[in-house]
């Protein structure tokens, strides 16, 4: 895949790019428009000008380039877990394995095609069994055919050219010398005196082009850990217009996980200052996810409520993969609410707004003491009801209303491995409200303690002294 406009792509609307060459500022890439009005590459910027003196020009930025064309490397890994990427605009994908998967070359080759440009991307495409063939076919101005056999390819090869091929100017202005004007007329020649007259390099790269001589190539692969940044084109102060920048990065962590397979459940966004520490946004999902719009739906809601504390200029994302083999974050028998989400994008979404420490979650450690059900997630389920809510400490029943006994004794003895033995007989009882409340006797103390309400709504305030309580079955 080539891509002859990527210079142009990742700057926006320019109708084309500069770079300094031999002294002089010169045209890069020309887009079509421009190239409608006579500028074409390596055309003097000054000349460009006197043609059209609209023209929208902007220098090269290879960085951009480089960090976009491994984007798109990423993003081709649903093809073929085998990519290359080789700047300033091409990628190489080894597809004989995913022939059968895709209905074949031709099938595979329209959804590269389509998916790179419904991103925007001009595009030429080459099938050949030789990468160098590949490259070579995918620079022609039009899309070259499907080539999977060797005699195709030299067919293909014969009307290819010299201009095109990538060859020192010095040698193609001699080898035009000869008389020749095409790759099949060099491929005609005798290879032993094309290496005499012009070098050993020549009958190499003819070699590699005719896929006689294999070539090692390693493919490009996604670092362990996800890093990215931006700069914005102009700093803000505005929480919400980083939002579009943000998406940006959100999409391509997306295609860095799809050539991995694999998920996240922990983004963090970066946001840079000029003179201070940058502040760091945690986008959280209860299930591994590579959902780039419910991401963005959280980032959203953050952003309407965080106060920047400084002007931004720049975003950097960063995120831990989920190995593969860990839980997706699809469930085919996940409930759903009544808006048609599943549960956890609901939660997720309140939290964003709410903020983390909005929702509580039961969590049963490996405890049995009732003091630690909330310390944190364990594999300990107590075997009888435990009420909703439990107070901060247990406190003495000295004085309370008349209280009667509906379930119990439930026993726990516990707590002496931590230098804390406790021996309690708990009991759920309901006072003369019908209020259930959940209390407890210490063995060891012979007193009487209340330690929870078995209720879902907020306990009332108890009394400082009342009655001693009346236990009765």
């Given at each position: 895949?080539?891509?002859?406009?990527?210079?142009?792509?990742?700057?926006?609307?320019?109708?084309?790019?500069?770079?300094y060459r031999g002294g002089l500022t010169v045209i890069h890439t020309a887009s079509a428009r421009a190239m409608r009005r006579g500028i074409h590459p390596g055309m003097s910027r000054a000349t460009a000008l006197a043609l059209w003196p609209g023209l929208a020009t902007a220098p090269r930025a290879p960085g951009d380039e480089k960090r976009r064309l491994l984007e798109l490397a990423a993003w081709a890994g649903r093809f073929t877990p085998w990519v290359r990427a080789e700047p300033p605009g091409l990628l190489l994908l080894e597809i004989r394995g995913s022939?059968?998967?895709?209905?074949?070359?031709?099938?595979?080759?329209?959804?590269?095609?389509?998916?790179?440009?419904?991103?925007?991307?001009?595009?030429?495409?080459?099938?050949?069994?030789?990468?160098?063939?590949?490259?070579?076919?995918?620079?022609?101005?039009?899309?070259?055919?499907v080539l999977e056999t060797r005699q195709a390819l030299l067919a293909a090869l014969r009307a290819v050219p010299l201009a095109e091929a990538p060859l020192p100017e010095r040698q193609r202005r001699r080898l035009r010398q000869c008389g020749i004007r095409t790759v099949g007329e060099l491929l005609r020649l005798p290879r032993?005196?094309?290496?005499?007259?012009?070098?050993?390099?020549?009958?190499?790269?003819?070699?590699?082009?005719?896929?006689?001589?294999?070539?090692?190539?390693?493919?490009?692969?996604?670092?362990?850990?996800?890093?990215?940044?931006?700069?914005?084109?102009?700093?803000?102060?505005?929480?919400?217009?980083?939002?579009?920048?943000?998406?940006?990065?959100?999409?391509?962590?997306?295609?860095?996980?799809?050539?991995?397979?694999?998920?996240?459940?922990?983004?963090?966004?970066?946001?840079?200052?000029?003179?201070?520490?940058?502040?760091?946004?945690?986008?959280?999902?209860?299930?591994?996810?590579?959902?780039?719009?419910?991401?963005?739906?959280?980032?959203?809601?953050?952003?309407?409520?965080?106060?920047?504390?400084?002007?931004?200029?720049?975003?950097?994302?960063?995120?831990?993969?989920?190995?593969?083999?860990?839980?997706?974050?699809?469930?085919?028998?996940?409930?759903?609410?009544?808006?048609?989400?599943?549960?956890?994008?609901?939660?997720?979404?309140?939290?964003?707004?709410?903020?983390?420490?909005?929702?509580?979650?039961?969590?049963?450690?490996?405890?049995?003491?009732?003091?630690?059900?909330?310390?944190?997630?364990?594999?300990?389920?107590?075997?009888?009801?435990?009420?909703?809510?439990?107070?901060?400490?247990?406190?003495?029943?000295?004085?309370?209303?008349?209280?009667?006994?509906?379930?119990?004794?439930?026993?726990?003895?516990?707590?002496?491995?931590?230098?804390?033995?406790?021996?309690?007989?708990?009991?759920?009882?309901?006072?003369?409200?019908?209020?259930?409340?959940?209390?407890?006797?210490?063995?060891?103390?012979?007193?009487?303690?209340?330690?929870?309400?078995?209720?879902?709504?907020?306990?009332?305030?108890?009394?400082?002294?009342?009655?001693?309580?009346?236990?009765?079955?």
């Amino acid at each position: 895949m080539h891509l002859p406009r990527l210079a142009l792509e990742v700057l926006g609307p320019v109708d084309a790019t500069l770079e300094y060459r031999g002294g002089l500022t010169v045209i890069h890439t020309a887009s079509a428009r421009a190239m409608r009005r006579g500028i074409h590459p390596g055309m003097s910027r000054a000349t460009a000008l006197a043609l059209w003196p609209g023209l929208a020009t902007a220098p090269r930025a290879p960085g951009d380039e480089k960090r976009r064309l491994l984007e798109l490397a990423a993003w081709a890994g649903r093809f073929t877990p085998w990519v290359r990427a080789e700047p300033p605009g091409l990628l190489l994908l080894e597809i004989r394995g995913s022939l059968t998967l895709f209905g074949g070359a031709v099938a595979l080759v329209r959804a590269v095609r389509d998916g790179l440009r419904e991103q925007g991307h001009a595009v030429r495409t080459a099938v050949a069994p030789a990468p160098e063939a590949g490259r070579l076919l995918a620079r022609l101005r039009d899309d070259a055919p499907v080539l999977e056999t060797r005699q195709a390819l030299l067919a293909a090869l014969r009307a290819v050219p010299l201009a095109e091929a990538p060859l020192p100017e010095r040698q193609r202005r001699r080898l035009r010398q000869c008389g020749i004007r095409t790759v099949g007329e060099l491929l005609r020649l005798p290879r032993a005196g094309l290496a005499r007259r012009f070098g050993p390099a020549l009958t190499e790269w003819l070699d590699r082009l005719r896929g006689d001589r294999p070539e090692a190539l390693e493919p490009w692969t996604p670092p362990p850990r996800y890093r990215d940044a931006l700069d914005l084109p102009l700093e803000t102060e505005e929480s919400r217009a980083l939002l579009p920048t943000a998406e940006r990065l959100l999409q391509a962590l997306m295609a860095w996980l799809a050539q991995r397979q694999a998920a996240v459940s922990v983004v963090t966004l970066a946001l840079r200052h000029p003179r201070r520490p940058p502040t760091a946004l945690h986008l959280g999902t209860r299930r591994p996810t590579r959902d780039a719009a419910h991401l963005s739906d959280l980032l959203e809601i953050r952003l309407e409520r965080l106060r920047l504390p400084a002007p931004v200029t720049g975003l950097a994302l960063e995120a831990e993969p989920v190995p593969p083999d860990s839980p997706c974050s699809l469930d085919l028998l996940t409930s759903r609410t009544r808006t048609g989400q599943p549960w956890d994008t609901t939660l997720e979404r309140v939290e964003a707004r709410l903020g983390p420490n909005a929702l509580k979650t039961p969590a049963w450690p490996a405890d049995a003491r009732p003091e630690a059900t909330a310390a944190g997630p364990s594999r300990y389920r107590p075997r009888a009801p435990r009420p909703l809510w439990l107070l901060p400490a247990p406190r003495p029943l000295l004085h309370l209303r008349h209280l009667r006994r509906t379930r119990g004794p439930e026993r726990i003895e516990a707590g002496w491995w931590a230098g804390d033995e406790q021996a309690r007989d708990y009991y759920l009882a309901k006072d003369t409200d019908g209020l259930t409340v959940w209390i407890f006797r210490d063995l060891r103390r012979k007193r009487w303690y209340l330690h929870g309400y078995d209720t879902q709504l907020a306990p009332p305030p108890l009394p400082e002294r009342g009655v001693a309580p009346t236990v009765t079955r």
